[in-house]
């Protein structure tokens, strides 16, 4: 069989965006070459070390940068240089940033980004990714503002994420289903492997961080132990994995089935998740693959973010499952929240 390639790929289903079409292609592109950027990197986090030597500086006289920032700095460079973008909202910045240059005058969209996810599992050889989210802008000239970032989640044109594990892997969506692509490093392309993504109705498996249980609340306590318990016609007791990147929880269970929660907690009493460039992104995803994504109670896209880095609850996964989760939410825990 012939291999799509990502570039590709956008190119023969940019006749489906609503608008902009070539804008949006190009936006998209961008992304994957920033992702390889920071594959390279990824896979060698364990010589940065090795080559800073006294964690100052590299052999080429570079300074060793934390994984986190150095992704942050690739994604915004890509987008500053490809024009189709006039504001980055990222994890790693307070504030906005404005894009205004030569390229990106006629820019319609903002990203918002949370460049490395999953952070304290760089030193330790477990998968990282990156979200995207990807609005069309309100704002008029110029560069973008707040309120460009400040819309609903169902207002998204498109949103991705990638996830450097085993392999490294692209999946996006820009509301006409959801597909994924492998990067081969010996062509240095993300290849179409994953068309079409659907998740299971019913998974077998629920990711949370149970060490937090005391702090839950009693409808979460409640569905962990719906999960543990024994059942032959729903095939229960589940399956726990927990990883510590969101991303990896959720495209696990994106491909194997399952529920991923981080609810709120006593350290985080309004969960500890990101609206606008962890949960918007993600949810978009997952509903494009049939699945659901709620705060305990409401849907996470109709939510109206007030303010860029808010945080949520976050349900996300198998339908079935979220809707069972939903239902233990409304039934023990309607009044705590
Ligand atoms: P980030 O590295 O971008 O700050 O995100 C980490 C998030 C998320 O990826 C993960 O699911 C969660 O934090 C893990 O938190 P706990 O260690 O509290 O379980
Ligand atoms: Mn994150
Ligand atoms: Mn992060």
Same mark, same amino acid.
Do not use: W
């Given at each position: 069989?012939? =291999?799509?390639?990502?570039? &590709? $790929? /956008?190119?023969?289903? #940019? +006749? ?52 986190? =920032?150095?992704?942050?700095? &690739? $994604? /915004?460079?890509?987008? #500053? +240089? ?256």
């Amino acid at each position: 069989m012939r =291999i799509k390639t990502l570039g &590709q $790929f /956008i190119i023969e289903k #940019q +006749a489906d965006f609503p608008y902009s079409k070539g804008e949006l292609s190009r936006l998209l592109r961008d992304m994957g070459i920033a992702a390889k950027i920071v594959h390279r990197e990824v896979n060698k986090a364990g010589l940065a070390d090795i080559l800073g030597m006294t964690g100052e500086t590299n052999i080429q006289g570079e300074q060793v940068k934390k994984l986190d =920032i150095f992704a942050n700095e &690739q $994604f /915004i460079a890509a987008l #500053q +240089a490809g024009g189709e973008c006039c504001a980055i909202a990222s994890e790693e910045n307070e504030e906005i940033i404005p894009v205004v240059n030569e390229v990106s005058k006629n820019a319609k969209y903002v990203v918002a980004m949370d460049p490395l996810d999953g952070s304290s599992n760089i030193d330790v050889n477990v998968s990282v990714g990156t979200i995207f989210s990807v609005y069309r802008r309100i704002s008029l000239a110029g560069a973008g503002t707040n309120e460009d970032f400040l819309q609903r989640g169902t207002e998204q044109v498109a949103a991705g994420y990638i996830i450097y594990g085993s392999s490294t892997m692209l999946v996006y969506t820009t509301g006409k289903g959801v597909n994924g692509f492998t990067l081969d490093p010996s062509i240095g392309e993300f290849c179409l492997s994953h068309p079409n993504m659907k998740i299971q109705k019913l998974g077998k498996t629920y990711s949370i961080n149970e060490g937090y249980y005391v702090h839950f609340p009693d409808g979460v306590k409640k569905f962990i132990k719906y999960c543990q318990e024994e059942d032959v016609k729903s095939h229960r007791p589940y399956s726990s994995r927990y990883i510590g990147s969101a991303v990896a929880d959720i495209h696990r269970n994106l491909i194997t089935g399952g529920i991923f929660i981080y609810p709120i907690t006593s350290q985080n009493p309004q969960g500890k998740l990101r609206l606008i460039y962890e949960c918007n992104p993600l949810s978009f995803i997952i509903e494009q693959a049939g699945g659901k994504a709620t705060d305990g109670f409401k849907r996470i896209l109709d939510l109206e973010p007030k303010s860029i880095h808010q945080r949520t609850p976050f349900f996300i996964g198998s339908p079935d499952m979220v809707d069972i989760v939903r239902d233990f939410m409304a039934k023990y825990s309607a009044v705590n929240v």
